[in-house]
Structure formats: C-alpha cells, structure tokens
C-alpha cells in the first residue's frame, strides 16, 4: 500500500467520497469505483485515490459522501463558444456565410442595448455551469459596453473563462463596426482591466472574428498587443468551411493559404486558439504545430453547417494542442458529452478510442488552453475543478431500468459519451466552491 502524509482538518476543509474517473493523459485514465477526492483551504487537490489508501490518512476532515450512482469527473473545459449567440442556436442556413448574415449579425446587434447584453450574459454564463464547464474559451460581442457587462457577470457567478471583445471592421453590418485603431483602444482597455482578474479565474483574448471581416491594419494593430502582452490569449477562426476559405484568397492575394494570412501579422503562437481548421493542408499543420498554436474541434457545429470532417486522427498524432468546443450557436447545445459523441460520429471510418475523447473534453482542453499545469485532472497540487454526475437523472425511460449500471471503467465511460445528458449535472465547483447545484425535481 502507498504510504501517504496525514491529512488534517487544518489544512483540508473538504473530501469526497465516490466513484471518480479522471484522464491522466490522452490513452491513460484513472478510475476508482470507491474514491476519496481531497480539497485543501484554498481549493486545491490535496489527494485523489481509492478510499481504502486514503481513508486512514484522513484526522477530523468532513467527507461529502456521494450517492452509488453519482460519479465526480474533472470540469468540461469548452476551447470555443459565443456568449451573443446563445439566443440563435439551432437557426439553420445553407452556408456559415449565409448563417452569418441571416442570423447571427442581427443578433449580436441586438447588444448595443445594456439590458439584453445583462440577460443574455447571465443566461449563457449560468448554463456554462448547469452544464458542468469549468473553464471556457469565449467570444463576446462587438460592443465594449456589452464585453464589460459579460465580465463583470463571470466575476460575479465565479465562472472561470477566457473571453474577449470581437473586433471586425469591414464586411459586417455597420452597427457591428468600427475603426481598428478604435477597436485596438477598446479592447486594450479591457485586457488591462479584466486580465487575471478574479484571483485568475478571467483571462483575457484578443478576439479577431476571423480573416474576413478584419483589415491588415487591424490584424497588425493585434500582432503588435501580442508582443506587448505576451500572457494574453488570441482566438479566432482557421479554415472553417471551402466557400470561405475562397473568399479569403481573393482578399488576401499575396497569401499562399489561410494560415499565412495570420502569420504575417504575428497573430499565431503559443496562445493562439484557432475554431475548426477542418480544411488545412499538411503544411499548414505543421506551422501551427512548430508555432505551438492550439485547435478548438467543434464536431456539433460542423454537422450543423455541414462543414467538412475535421481530421482528428491526423491531428492528435501530430500532437497538436487540441480541444473540444461546443460552438454554440453552430452548435446546438453546451454540453461536452453530447459534442465528445458528435466527435466519435464525425470520424465515420475510425473508431476513436473513449479514453481519448474524455481526455479532450478535459485534460486536453485545459491543456490547448495553456492551463494543463493547473486544472484539467485531479493530480495533487492542481485546482479542483469537478462535476458531480447523477447518471440516473436522465428523462430517458430506459435508464430508469432496476437493472445495475455497469461498474468497469471502460462500460462506464462508453455511457458517458453515448448516452450522456445535461440534467445528469448535479453539482459544478471551480477550485473548490460549488458554483451550481441542480434544483431538486418533485415527482407527483
């Protein structure tokens, strides 16, 4: 048996004894079928193993004892989501430039009014947590007034994110525009506010739409604040459909493909998180790799736009950063186990193995986003970001079944990705405090 330090109550505020199922790399993942998850003062992991290595470890620490059919997973960690889209998800459209045009500028005008700006944060930021993300990679509107009105809001519900002002200035509708030295004020001015805010739960990105709706003089304003803030994220779009990867070329003549495009203006690098790439050539992949640059996969949004197929395979034996993302509103819904299942469905040739997809819902999402030294598992030392599952809590007759749920690791996270639902979210806690808890459902 492994010989452990005693844990006090001095130290140790909280543990939790359960099922618990964490990755400890992209092929390797840690399952205990009766667990101890323990959670130091300031919200860190202390320790997380079988219950019967821990518990004599344990002197006058409360234990939370979790219900035989719960299981505690690391936080979801979404690499790619719009807060002013929320509104619009599911809205069809034969195309991601028609989509923009017939739903989502019309909606993120809609912004420049203060009141809706703060329902509509409170509405997404909240279902980030109902939804059990603990960390997400987030685009905001145009409006500074509206991005200080969603930062304020995640500082207030304890959401942990990375966000930014969208920036466009050119081919959008005028309401949604302005200068890009303008621009480059605002949203420096927000960066300086709002960067490691909240003891380090807010981050802050420099948030370019994509190519088309940026000018040179813009993408080289942004290469320019790269250098100046090093530790600022930048996130934007790459190569998301054929149609617009044309357009782009007929813009930017002088690049030899998308991706130079934002090279040039020093846009790409460690901390750069670029939505989709379905469409990049091998040469592409290896820049990004070289540069270090991270890819958010949004299956969910793929399928809905008809997109492409993204080449996870490919990518991951690249060893590319790489991260889910829900992509709402392209995508329909928030929640990660339904976008790791549409991941498994897009690769219609290959069978991803479980263990992988898990792995890039959270510890590979965290780690795309620069943030796997610190959450993303349950390795001693990182912040305790954890959602409790209720696998029972589903609406879905079947799995009211008496018959007992599969107790292996491997059966068990085959359900996770197949048949996962929002309400099996009971509780969400980032570093340690519970920042949602399922309202109770009386039954008649």
């Given amino acids: 048996m492994t010989s452990h330090t005693p844990i006090t109550s001095q130290r140790v505020p909280r543990a939790y004894r359960g099922a618990i199922l964490h990755a400890l790399s992209q092929n390797e993942l840690a399952y205990f079928a009766d667990g101890l998850l323990v959670v130091d003062s300031e919200g860190l992991v202390v320790a997380c193993g079988p219950w019967a290595e821990l518990k004599d470890t344990l002197h006058g620490v409360a234990i939370t004892q979790c219900e035989p059919h719960q299981l505690i997973v690391p936080g979801f960690v979404d690499t790619h989501v719009h807060l002013p889209q929320m509104a619009v998800a599911g809205c069809q459209a034969p195309s991601l430039l028609e989509w923009l045009d017939t739903h989502i500028f019309a909606e993120e005008a809609r912004f420049a009014d203060a009141d809706y700006a703060r329902t509509v944060s409170e509405w997404f930021l909240t279902e980030l947590l109902a939804n059990g993300t603990t960390l997400a990679n987030v685009f905001l509107t145009s409006h500074p007034g509206a991005s200080q009105i969603a930062f304020e809001t995640a500082a207030r519900l304890g959401n942990r994110v990375i966000m930014g002002q969208t920036l466009m200035d050119r081919q959008a509708p005028d309401s949604l525009l302005r200068p890009a030295d303008q621009l480059l004020r605002e ?72 991706t130079q495009v934002y090279e040039r203006f020093g846009l790409l690098g460690s901390r750069t998180i670029l939505a989709h790439g379905i469409h990049l050539c091998d040469d592409e992949l290896v820049r990004l790799k070289g540069l270090d640059a991270s890819l958010a996969h949004c299956p969910s949004s793929n399928f809905f736009l008809k997109s492409g197929r993204f080449r996870l395979m490919d990518v991951l034996r690249r060893q590319l950063r790489l991260g889910l993302g829900s992509d709402v509103g392209a995508g329909p819904e928030l929640f990660l186990l339904t976008v790791m299942k549409d991941a498994q469905y897009m690769q219609s040739d290959t069978l991803v193995p479980l263990a992988t997809l898990f792995y890039l819902a959270t510890l590979g999402g965290a780690e795309a986003l620069h943030q796997g030294h610190r959450l993303g598992n349950f390795e001693s030392g990182k912040e305790a970001d954890f959602v409790v599952l209720d696998l029972p809590a589903t609406p879905v007759s079947l799995y009211k079944s008496p018959v007992q749920s599969p107790g292996d690791s491997e059966a068990l996270l085959s359900r996770l990705v197949y048949q996962g639902h929002q309400h099996w979210i009971s509780e969400t806690y980032i570093r340690g405090q519970r920042v949602y808890q399922r309202a109770a459902i009386v039954q008649d």
């Avoid at 949203?187 to 709706?213: D, K, M």
């Fill in 187 to 258: 949203t420096e001015s927000l960066c300086r506010q709002w960067h490691g805010a909240n003891g380090g739960r807010i981050q802050y990105a420099w948030v370019p739409r994509f190519a088309l709706t940026s000018s040179e003089e813009l993408m080289s304003g942004l290469g320019e604040l790269r250098r100046q803030h090093p530790t600022v994220y930048l996130h934007t779009h790459l190569s998301e459909q054929l149609g617009e990867i044309a357009v782009v070329k007929a813009q930017f003549p002088w690049a030899t493909d998308y």
